[in-house]
């Protein structure tokens, strides 16, 4: 009873003919320059197929599930706690980060998994091979409870290898059974799983398999345990060299990173992990997006400002931090990406005072603006929004970039930024709008300030035949609606 839409993407040279055994509901749709597209909505659960035939005789089959039990029907919102605390986590630690969910309203915004990264577990299995807790989480019972009786979900990590990447914990391959039945009876919701020190191969054949493996093991130990395997979310760390937009969802994951770790910088050559390199790999996969199966782009970094410890690596000698028009390309790209959404700032000091839970003393004076970006319940409905679609680029170029998604009531969000070192005019032909339809009148909203563009008092009027010409600072994002 949903909206479905799949973007029939093809290679130079493929072009789509036509589709066969398109279930009740669904539609091939050729309203759209550049390509076809399925829509519609499925009325009965259930598992379906149909086959999209291509130029040259070939056929392609594709398979989907109509369920109201999917692991992760919008990209999950939350915390992990990697960049700003790394080895500094405990028990105490994770409860502070969850009390801050709420002093800070940011469940209210949305965000509900407290998500426990690498450093939780002891060096070594226990003589009967099983991972074991460290002494900061001696109580984890308690934790686990404390955490759930917040609302909140609760993430634990591991690695398909023998270790996980920092070394500090043994990682899962091998034993994926009894690891996964210790998560589900321990009461985790979800497992984000890593991909260093693998010993059984590194190519994606080799990782498929090794997800799979966990998928499947988590599955299981969710049935016996009686609870249904929808309830636990599988979250693929492999860093996106081995391209798992085209296979993860064959594995049970339900998202999977596609870049390498954010930094806390706008560019960062070096470990391709600043703002400008996360957009040039996710700019690409937009089409392999879809409900239940999500295209990270790894932790967020706005709010960090520098005080982070993996994060601060690389930059090419600039200093870390976000200023505030990089934060909002932080923010608005990921959710028009429909990314999920993991904070990874330290959540338990936006009231700007001194808070020394990190292993540091942190003041946040930035934590109003920090805290308006990450809670704009206009930017964030772009994420979360059940369509399931990422943006797509419309122009591209090497000073701005410019995209439309298609969202679920059929009126679709714009952004446009500026890649450049100064503020300049972007100037966007509502035609090349593809997602717009001709004929139609539109007001436009802008989604960080909550208003209608006006000349004026008068709400301004735009069909596909008119233009918008925008100053937009450098390195910022500016994110519209059309209504
Ligand atoms: C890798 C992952 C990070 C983090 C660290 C923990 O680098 O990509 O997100 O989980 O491992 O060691």
């Known amino acids: ?44 659960a259930g598992e379906y197929k149909y086959t999209v035939m291509l130029n040259g005789g070939r056929k392609v089959e594709v398979g989907f599930t109509v369920s109201k039990d999917l692991a992760q029907p919008t990209p999950f919102m939350g915390v992990l706690t990697w960049n700003a605390f790394q080895s500094h986590i405990s028990s105490d630690i994770i409860k502070a980060i969850a009390d801050g969910f709420d002093t800070f309203g940011l469940k209210a915004a949305g965000y509900d998994h407290m998500c426990i990264d690498d450093e939780w577990a002891k060096h070594d299995r226990s003589a009967d091979g099983r991972l074991q807790w460290g002494p900061k989480f001696q109580d984890y019972e308690d934790l686990v409870r404390y955490v759930h009786s917040k609302g909140l979900k609760i993430g634990t990590y591991s690695d398909a290898g023998s270790y996980t990447c920092s070394g500090a914990q043994p990682g899962s391959y091998g034993y994926e059974d009894v690891d996964a039945e210790d998560f589900v009876k321990w009461d985790f919701d979800l497992l984000k799983y890593d991909f260093c020190n693998s010993i059984g191969g590194d190519t994606p054949e080799d990782a498929e398999k090794a997800y799979t493996a966990m998928g499947t093991a988590l599955d299981k130990a969710m049935s016996k345990a009686g609870k249904k395997p929808s309830d636990f979310k599988l979250y693929m760390c492999e860093w996106g060299g081995r391209q798992p937009w085209l296979w993860a969802a064959n594995t049970g994951a339900t998202c999977w990173r596609c870049t390498a770790d954010t930094r806390d910088y706008w560019d960062d050559p070096a ?85 020394d839970l990190t292993g540091k003393t942190v003041v946040n004076k930035d934590y109003a603006t920090d805290l308006a970006i990450i809670t704009n319940q206009e930017v964030i409905a772009l994420d979360q929004d059940p369509l399931g679609q990422a943006g797509e680029p419309i122009y591209d170029t090497k000073d701005y970039i410019v995209m439309q998604k298609d969202m679920a009531d059929g009126h679709p969000a714009l952004s446009v930024t500026n890649l450049s070192d100064l503020g300049r005019n972007i100037r966007v032909k509502l035609g090349d709008l593809t997602a717009l339809k001709a004929g139609k009148t539109y007001k436009m909203r802008d989604l960080w300030n909550h208003c209608f563009l006006t000349t004026g008092k008068k709400v301004n009027k735009y069909t596909t035949n008119d233009e918008f010409v925008i100053w937009v600072p450098a390195h910022a994002t500016y994110l519209y609606r059309f209504l």
């Open 271 to 355: 470990y391709r992990g600043g703002v400008k390199q996360v957009l040039d790999v996710m700019k690409k996969i937009w089409a392999y997006q879809g409900v239940n199966r999500w295209n990270d782009a790894d932790m967020l970094i706005v709010g960090l400002h520098g005080t982070g410890y993996p994060s601060n690596a690389g930059g090419a000698g600039h200093k870390p931090g976000l200023n505030y028009e990089e934060s909002l390309t932080n923010f608005g790209l990921w959710c028009m990406f429909a990314s999920p959404l993991t904070l990874s700032n330290n959540i338990t000091n936006l009231d700007g005072k001194p808070n």
């Open 1 to 44: 009873g949903k909206p479905f839409m799949h973007k029939l993407l093809t290679f130079a040279g493929d072009e789509v003919t036509g589709v066969e055994g398109l279930p009740k509901g669904l539609a091939l749709m050729s309203d759209r320059p550049g390509y076809k597209y399925i829509y519609g909505k499925v009325p009965a």
